[in-house]
């Protein structure tokens, strides 16, 4: 299976474990701040990305939607209001992320359509042409096998299914690119350090945006994966990239 850059990028470099067991440790470890400190890093424009991925699905009208790599279940929660299908289904490597996550969904009183479990997107359990949409906001990054990870993604979608992935990449404009490297290589680390006392998580965060391979290299690969007509939108001067791709 072709590795990629970021595949290799692991939240802690002295430790034996494998990078999806890393990622799961770290999420669990950061899960009490994750949501807090997405609305700080960002100045809340995350959810404005959200959204406008989310608003790719709409014509489609989905009736049962896939999250991977659903963490604390931001899209799931916000897919159920603005598009409200009959069943959606959040996967995710972190039992402390999924927790905090059926809180909210408990809370909201929408366990009927929103269910979390455990799960690995590389190899997910689920029958082929399952879902009518699949989303990953944030998450393809930390996939240890990433072809693998978009090829399950595939194999689960129905036939005219879509998948819609929310990913940070790097600006280019002049300015701004040098801000936003700034930002990420030193306050990016710093602040999650001061409000998660993990400095090691939002290096890595750092670290996997640098490595990973977005644009026209992400589409390519969505293509080897076999998904139909992927096609990119560029958000907030390329800080976010929504990739879109059909079975």
């Known amino acids: 299976m072709e590795k990629f850059a970021h595949d290799t990028v692991m939240p802690y470099e002295s430790s034996p474990l494998e990078k999806k067991e890393q990622v799961a440790g770290m999420f669990n470890d950061i899960a009490h701040r994750y949501d807090f400190l997405n609305r700080l890093l960002s100045g809340g424009i995350d959810v404005y990305w959200r959204k406008?991925?989310?608003?790719?699905?709409?014509?489609?009208?989905?009736?049962?939607?896939?999250?991977v790599a659903t963490g604390t279940a931001e899209v799931a929660i916000m897919a159920n209001k603005m598009l409200a299908p009959k069943q959606i289904i959040g996967v995710d490597i972190s039992e402390g992320m999924l927790a905090l996550g059926?809180?909210?969904?408990?809370?909201?009183g929408i366990s009927d359509v929103i269910t979390l479990e455990t799960g690995d997107s590389e190899q997910l359990r689920f029958t082929d042409d399952e879902f009518d949409a699949i989303t990953v906001a944030f998450g393809v990054r930390n996939f240890q096998r990433l072809l693998q990870g978009l090829q399950e993604m595939r194999r689960v979608l129905k036939?005219?299914?879509?998948?819609?992935?929310?990913?940070?990449?790097?600006?280019?404009?002049?300015?701004?690119?040098?801000?936003?490297?700034?930002?990420?290589?030193?306050?990016?680390?710093?602040?999650?350090?001061?409000?998660?006392?993990n400095r090691n998580a939002y290096e890595y965060l750092n670290n996997s945006v640098q490595a990973f391979?977005?644009?026209?290299?992400?589409?390519q690969?969505?293509?080897?994966?076999?998904?139909?007509?992927?096609?990119?939108?560029?958000?907030?001067?390329?800080?976010?990239?929504?990739?879109?791709?059909?079975?």
């Open 52 to 67: 406008i991925a989310l608003t790719q699905l709409k014509q489609l009208q989905p009736q049962k939607i896939l999250d």
């Open 159 to 197: 036939p005219g299914g879509k998948l819609v992935v929310l990913e940070f990449s790097k600006p280019s404009g002049w300015g701004i690119k040098q801000s936003y490297q700034l930002y990420m290589r030193y306050a990016t680390p710093l602040v999650g350090k001061w409000f998660s006392k």
């Open 102 to 108: 059926r809180e909210k969904i408990s809370k909201l």
């Open 221 to 247: 690969i969505m293509r080897e994966a076999g998904f139909s007509n992927p096609h990119l939108k560029k958000l907030s001067f390329g800080i976010c990239t929504i990739y879109c791709g059909s079975k």
């Open 213 to 219: 391979p977005e644009g026209e290299k992400f589409l």
